[in-house]
């Protein structure tokens, strides 16, 4: 989902504890039609203190940092009384030097929508923006099932909720927590990317979740991949 130039942009939060690194991403997004940096912070707790206080669509989140690193950041602005009082979803892109970096994947469990390396390139930093804020993850459905499994050693039976899902939802919900795009689900459920959306969008409701991303986290906490 990209923005136009004419659109209001995406506002990015930017938040890492070096300051020329933070500086050099604000240069990028910042160059960036239909982005623009609205603040930045260099540790967790400013970062969730900002994120109160600025409502941007993306926080791009240091992992490692001292003092509130970006996991217990990322769990603290993901807190259900947070949610409520916001007024419009905000995304977590994680930042890591690691590939498949363990805080990272706990990061995903607790809200953020995927993660990327520090030494990505700035046309996959700014796509990496733009796929988070569409409400997708930034990540190979591969990795993420790498990330997440045997995570959740004690399997809690599925809440009721996951009960009141159509068959048709089902199918959905099965496809979607595999990794399959809007795309691939209506190709091999033979019906329209529009019908898949509506159906993605009553899944989110009544499972009260998030995003894509947490259908797939909500899947294997529930072991129902």
């Known amino acids: 989902m990209s923005a136009s130039p004419d659109s209001t942009p995406i506002r990015v939060l930017l938040v890492d504890d070096q300051d020329l690194f933070r500086e050099g991403m604000r240069v990028i997004i910042d160059a960036q039609a239909g982005l623009e940096v609205v603040g930045t912070a260099s540790d967790g707790a400013e970062a969730v203190e900002l994120v109160d206080a600025l409502a941007p669509d993306v926080v791009l989140m240091d992992i490692r940092m001292p003092e509130l690193d970006g996991v217990e950041a990322t769990r603290q602005i993901f807190l259900p009384d947070r949610v409520q009082r916001r007024p419009h979803p905000v ?18 469990r607790h809200g953020a929508s995927g993660f990327i390396l520090k030494d990505t390139t700035p046309a ?9 804020h569409a409400g997708n993850a930034v990540l190979a ?8 499994s045997g995570r959740f050693p004690e ?21 979607v927590a595999r990794g399959a795009s809007n795309a691939e689900v209506a190709k091999s459920l033979f019906t329209s990317e529009s019908t898949v959306k509506t159906h993605v ?9 998030r995003d894509r991303v947490q259908i797939v986290v909500f899947a294997y906490e529930y072991d129902l991949v």
Request: charged share 25%; net charge neutral.
């Open 124 to 132: 996959m930093l700014i796509d990496a923006i733009r796929t988070v």
């Open 141 to 148: 459905p591969q990795n993420l099932a790498a990330l997440l």
């Open 91 to 108: 995304r977590v892109l994680v930042l890591t030097t690691f590939d498949l970096d363990d805080r990272a994947a706990t990061a995903i």
């Open 155 to 175: 399997r809690a039976p599925a809440p009721q909720a996951f009960g009141t899902l159509t068959e048709k939802e089902r199918d959905v919900f099965d496809a």
């Open 201 to 209: 969008g009553s899944i989110l409701r009544k499972l009260s979740l």
